[in-house]
C-alpha cells in the first residue's frame, strides 16, 4: 500500500459488499443498496466541526484531511464560497475568453490531490463498500463558467447557447475531454462506479438538451468505456440529469448502467419509459427526511414497491441539507433495507 510514505492504488482491500456493484448490473441482490448524494457529511455535526476555519481546497488539497471532490476546470481560478459553493471570479463574458482557457490540461498535475484522496478512501474503507468517482457534466460546468456561480435562471450561459452556439460546442468538448480524462484517473485510483451530474438539466428544455448535454452525456461514457475495456476493467457508470424528465428514454440509452432520477418522476413511469434497458437509482424527496421516522419508512416502503428490488439503488431525489438529522437518515437506510428484504421473500 505504501512506498516511500505514497499511498498507492494497488493492494486494495477485498471488496466485502459488492450489493451496489451488482445492482448497477441489474443483477439479484438481497436487498436494495442505498447511498445519499452531494457532500453527504455535510449534515454530520463532527463533519461540521473538522471543516470549521478550513479554507475548503486547502482541505482538499490535504489527502488524508479530505474525501471531498472538487470542481476545477482549465486554468480558472476556482474558490469555493461558504454559502455559495463553487465561485469564478473571473467568469467567462464573451467567447474570445476560451482563447484564456488551457487547451491541454495535465489532469494528473492539477487534480493529483483528488487522486490521492480517492486511493486513501479506497484503502480506508477496507472493502466495506464501493467506492463510487464523481464529476460535474459539460453544461453543468460550462454554466458555472460562465455565471460565476449558481443561478436561478442560467441567463448568461444560455444566452450563450442562443448566440454563440459554435463556441458553446467548443467549450463543451473541451470540458468533455477533461472529464473524461479525470474520470479515467479516478479509477487508476481506486473508484469502482463513476456517476456524472448533469445538475443544471433542468434549466435546458428538450431541443437545447439534445444539441449541448445529451451528447456530451454520451460522448463521456463511450470514452471512458472504450479506455477501461482496453485494460479489462468493468466500472459502471450512473448518470443524474436533475429536472431532465424530458430526457429519460435518451438517458436510458446514453451507455450508462444507471440513470438517477429526482423526486418529480414516479417509479413506475420511469420503470416503463426505460423499459428494462437500465437500473435505476433514486428517488426520494430529500425534504421526507424532515419527517418522523415512522413517515420515513411508509414512503421508503411506497418508493420500493414502485421501483422493484432489481436493478434498482435508493436514493434521494438530489442531496442532503445541512441541518438533517442523522438519525432520520439512518431511519431512511434502515427502512431501505427492512422493506426490500421483506419484498424480497415475496
Not at 438517458?251 to 450508462?256: G, T
Not at 414497491?305 to 445541512?322: M, Q, V
Not at 432520520?328 to 434502515?334: P, Q, W
Request: net charge neutral; hydrophobic share 35%; glycine share 8%.
Amino acid at each position: 500500500m505504501e512506498n516511500d510514505g505514497l499511498i498507492l492504488p494497488k493492494d486494495f482491500p477485498k471488496l466485502k459488499n459488492d450489493a451496489f456493484l451488482r445492482a448497477c448490473h441489474g443483477q439479484e441482490t438481497n436487498h436494495v443498496p442505498v447511498w445519499c448524494m452531494r457532500q453527504a457529511g455535510r449534515y454530520l455535526p463532527e463533519f461540521r466541526e473538522f471543516r470549521a476555519g478550513k479554507d475548503f481546497f486547502e482541505t482538499c488539497r490535504s489527502p488524508a484531511a479530505c474525501c471531498e471532490l472538487t470542481l476545477q476546470a482549465m486554468g480558472m481560478d476556482v474558490q469555493m464560497v461558504a454559502g455559495k459553493g463553487p465561485t469564478f471570479p473571473e467568469p467567462l463574458k464573451e467567447p474570445e475568453d476560451l482563447l484564456l482557457l488551457q487547451p491541454k490540461v495535465d489532469v494528473n498535475k492539477e487534480l493529483g490531490y483528488v487522486f490521492k484522496a480517492i486511493t486513501l478512501t479506497r484503502h480506508k474503507l477496507d472493502g466495506k463498500v464501493p467506492l463510487i468517482g464523481f464529476t460535474g457534466a459539460p453544461w453543468t460546468l460550462m454554466a458555472y463558467m460562465i455565471e460565476g456561480g449558481g443561478s436561478t435562471t442560467h441567463s448568461k450561459a444560455k444566452r450563450w447557447l442562443y448566440r454563440h452556439p459554435e463556441a458553446s460546442h467548443k467549450l463543451l468538448k473541451m470540458l468533455t475531454d477533461v472529464i473524461v480524462e479525470y474520470l479515467l484517473g479516478q479509477v487508476a485510483a481506486g473508484a469502482q462506479a463513476l456517476q456524472v451530474f448533469e445538475s443544471h438539466a433542468g434549466c435546458l428544455g428538450p431541443v437545447e438538451f439534445q444539441e449541448f448535454s445529451l451528447p456530451y452525456l454520451r460522448d463521456i461514457a463511450r470514452k471512458v468505456k472504450d479506455q477501461l475495456k482496453e485494460s479489462g476493467q468493468d466500472v459502471p457508470m450512473i448518470v443524474f440529469a436533475k429536472d431532465g424528465h424530458y430526457g429519460l428514454e435518451d438517458l436510458s440509452q446514453s451507455h450508462y448502467e444507471v440513470v438517477g432520477l429526482d423526486w418529480t418522476i414516479d417509479p413506475r413511469s420511469a420503470r416503463e419509459r426505460t423499459g428494462g434497458k437500465v437500473s435505476l437509482q433514486g428517488n426520494m424527496d430529500p425534504c421526507a427526511l424532515y419527517a418522523p421516522k415512522e413517515r420515513i419508512s411508509e414512503i421508503v416502503k411506497k418508493m420500493l414497491e414502485g421501483f422493484g428490488t432489481r436493478g434498482y439503488i435508493a436514493n434521494l431525489g438530489h442531496g442532503l441539507y445541512p441541518d438533517m438529522d442523522p438519525e432520520n437518515v439512518g431511519a431512511f437506510v434502515e427502512a431501505v433495507h427492512t422493506h426490500s428484504r421483506h419484498l424480497n421473500l415475496k
